[in-house]
């Protein structure tokens, strides 16, 4: 049995006329496709129709669409009072509250109301599309259809195939997909699905470092922004999502994992989620807001002016090496060229993983006068640096002053495995190939739903790729050989890759 995705007359049911609710109408409507809309609460599934309707008039007059294409879109969207009226749906797709007892009991109703082709479908987000389905009669016709906040703007949508799923439902949903203007990519029911799974390697790879005091929140956001190339900060972005809403995510998708030590979540997390400190929304969260909502940031302090007399850059580490030399060349302080730093010199190492103290002693430095300097992204907008618990202070400012003669911010943090960004993309990308690994879905959908779902510089695998694979495996495992936490081991997608010499883009 198979729905033909493709058919003009096709009818879509939306059950919930929230922001989702109405997001979803509003697409199946712009891709031609007759919407009938419900709601549970009295009113609002009118309320919704007039919003859409608004939109497209608004569309229109941007000269997006004809006033004639914007009037039939949204004639196209009809309000609807009982679940009785889904009997002429082909899809029905439940977008209400995240409760599992609410859904499946909404399921539950709606299967005894359409017909045996019609497909069911879930929006839900963090709970487990097998579940919600697993007290149906026909669990084989049910699957996740997961879009993202506002879906008008937002164009990824999850296809979702649960354990009882029949394939030829997720090959229509990617139909429909299409058909709403949306980019699908296919994935099986796992905790988080993609982008939820991936998203926990931002924020929550950023807030370890915080409980561990290695850097400051806007340290942290600086860096990702000016070093990862993110549009946000990871704390800029739990400020807009709330920590109400990003803290249960992670502590679910963790649950879920049996505890996999990769989603591990942090105790300030769950402090501060507590105590209602939740971003935005309470006018208070990692930041502090001026009346206006402008968050209250501390400018940077000016470099310091001191350079050191001379400097000396260990070759363990080639490439970082080769980038350092030719950056401090261009700053008119060309290194010592001796296999060993003359007594005076500042010793800056280029690690890929390990901090400044394990620099010095395994390659037989002076602790005193070694600083680490972040060469695995291009030190272009923001440098990072940080010296060992010994380092002289005079050494790590002329340091400091040294590699910001250009004008270009350094932040100074102290020592840590994997610096900020080095930490925060290892994860990304070691969670990215976890999923691949686990054929939740191609390593083509994967790179696709977090730069559409999560508007990442790169995907997680293309990550890997234009930093090195082989620097963002030695990031990792020179963590996890520091810390002894299998939060930070790589996965064997990456290492066999590593090792191969090929892309983590590479399928099996």
């Known amino acids: 049995m198979a729905l033909d995705a493709n058919r003009p007359d096709l009818t879509v049911g939306v059950l919930g006329a929230g922001a989702m609710g109405r997001g979803i109408a509003q697409v199946a409507a712009a891709g031609g496709m007759r919407v009938l809309l419900m709601d549970a609460k009295p009113g609002m599934a009118a309320e919704a129709k007039g919003f859409i309707g608004k939109m497209f008039d608004r569309a229109a007059e941007k000269g997006q669409l004809s006033a004639a294409d914007a009037a039939a879109a949204a004639g196209r969207v009809e309000v609807v009072e009982s679940m009785a009226a889904f009997a002429a749906c082909h899809v029905v797709v439940e977008a209400i509250v995240e409760n599992l007892a609410i859904k499946q009991q909404t399921f539950a109703e709606l299967e005894q109301v359409v017909s045996p082709e019609c497909i069911l479908a879930t929006n839900t987000s963090s709970l487990s599309v097998t579940t919600i389905s697993a007290k149906l009669k026909t669990a084989h016709r049910f ?5 993202f906040n506002p879906v008008p703007l937002m164009k990824l949508v999850e296809v979702i195939d649960g354990v009882q799923s029949e394939p030829w439902v997720g090959d229509a949903l ?80 963790y649950q879920q994992f049996y505890d996999e030590p990769r989603y591990r979540p942090v105790m300030l997390m769950r402090a501060r989620t507590e105590a209602g400190i939740l971003g935005r929304k309470t006018k208070r969260g990692w930041y502090d807001y001026d009346p206006e909502m402008k968050p209250i940031v501390a400018p940077e302090a000016p470099a310091p002016a001191a350079r050191p007399a001379s400097v000396w850059v260990s070759p363990v580490e080639p490439h970082g090496h080769a980038a350092l030399v030719a950056l401090l060349e261009k700053l008119g302080a060309a290194p010592e060229r001796g296999a060993e730093p003359s007594a005076q010199a500042l010793i800056l190492v280029t690690p890929y993983g390990t901090d400044a103290t394990h620099c010095a002693v395994e390659q037989g430095l002076d602790p005193k006068r070694t600083v680490a300097v972040d060469t ?60 691949a690994q686990m054929k939740t879905a191609s390593p083509a959908d994967i790179d696709k739903a977090v730069t559409l779902g999560l508007n990442y510089p790169n995907g997680p695998l293309r990550f890997g790729d234009v930093v090195g694979v082989e620097r963002i495996h030695a990031v990792l495992s020179n963590m996890y050989r520091i810390y002894g936490d299998p939060r930070y081991r790589p996965n064997v997608w990456m290492t066999r890759r590593a090792k191969l010499g090929v892309s983590l883009l590479t399928p099996e």
């Open 143 to 147: 699957a996740g259809f997961h879009f």
């Open 174 to 253: 990617m139909v429909i997909g299409r058909r709403m203007t949306r980019e699908p990519v296919r994935c099986v029911d796992v905790p988080g699905f993609i982008v939820n799974q991936v998203g926990r390697g931002f924020t929550i790879e950023a807030a370890h470092m915080l409980q561990e005091s290695l850097a400051g929140i806007l340290d942290i956001d600086r860096v990702m922004r000016d070093v990862g190339g993110f549009r946000m900060g990871p704390f800029e972005l739990m400020e807009l999502t709330g920590l109400d809403v990003t803290h249960p995510a992670s502590e679910a998708i």
């Open 376 to 435: 695995l992204f291009p030190l272009v907008k923001r440098r990072t640096i940080m010296g060992t618990p010994v380092t002289d202070p005079a050494l790590l400012a002329a340091a400091h002053g040294l590699l910001a003669a250009d004008g270009t911010a350094v932040t100074v943090l102290r020592d840590s495995p994997g610096f900020i960004a080095q930490r925060i993309v290892a994860m990304i990308c070691n969670i990215g190939c976890s999923i």
